[in-house]
């Protein structure tokens, strides 16, 4: 291979390696949208749909007020705790140590419904796909919460 065609191929993989890194630089930089989640620390993705949030306060009513208010899900020390921690984590927790006297006794469908609509409760922005309590989909994905709601 001629000098020159090695020159210009290193030349353009050093170019294009540069625009990768710019650009990485650049979404590193701008700030995180509040009101959705952050998938693989670097775009934001809705978490639930309108639909399931509904579904989700009919759960909450049924089964979660029993023992909490929303500000247990909305105050500063739920923020504090789950800003910025994984989504699956979340909803392991709720799954596997709710209702108080039975836990992992809803069905998925209704800890999804229900977490959905603490999404909400939250302000995080809504999508056109309901939230799914895939493990491996949201190993990755953060919850980055909007500025508290204001009190009622």
Same mark, same amino acid.
């Given at each position: 291979?001629?000098?020159?065609?090695?020159?210009?191929? $290193?030349? $353009?993989?050093?170019?294009?390696?540069?625009?990768?890194?710019?650009?990485?630089?650049?979404?590193?930089?701008?700030?995180?949208?509040?009101?959705?989640?952050?998938?693989?620390?670097?775009?934001?993705?809705?978490?639930?749909?309108?639909?399931?949030?509904?579904?989700?306060?009919?759960?909450?009513?049924?089964?979660?007020?029993?023992?909490?208010?929303?500000?247990?899900?909305?105050?500063?020390?739920?923020?504090?705790?789950?800003?910025?921690?994984?989504?699956?984590?979340?909803?392991?927790?709720?799954?596997?140590?709710?209702?108080?006297?039975?836990?992992?006794?809803?069905?998925?469908?209704?800890?999804?419904?229900?977490?959905?609509?603490?999404?909400?409760?939250?302000? $995080?922005?809504?999508?056109?796909?309901?939230?799914?309590?895939?493990?491996?989909? $949201?190993?990755?994905?953060?919850?980055?919460?909007?500025?508290?709601?204001?009190?009622?």
């Amino acid at each position: 291979m001629p000098r020159t065609s090695k020159f210009s191929g $290193l030349f $353009l993989l050093g170019v294009v390696a540069t625009s990768v890194f710019a650009a990485a630089r650049i979404t590193a930089q701008q700030p995180l949208a509040p009101g959705y989640a952050l998938r693989d620390g670097k775009d934001t993705v809705p978490m639930y749909s309108d639909s399931q949030a509904t579904a989700g306060q009919a759960v909450w009513t049924k089964t979660c007020s029993e023992c909490h208010e929303s500000k247990d899900v909305t105050g500063a020390d739920f923020r504090t705790k789950w800003a910025g921690q994984p989504v699956f984590t979340l909803f392991e927790q709720i799954r596997t140590t709710m209702p108080d006297g039975n836990p992992g006794s809803l069905p998925k469908e209704d800890y999804a419904a229900a977490m959905a609509y603490i999404f909400k409760l939250n302000g $995080l922005t809504p999508g056109a796909a309901p939230f799914t309590p895939d493990s491996v989909a $949201l190993a990755t994905v953060k919850l980055i919460l909007p500025p508290a709601p204001p009190s009622p």
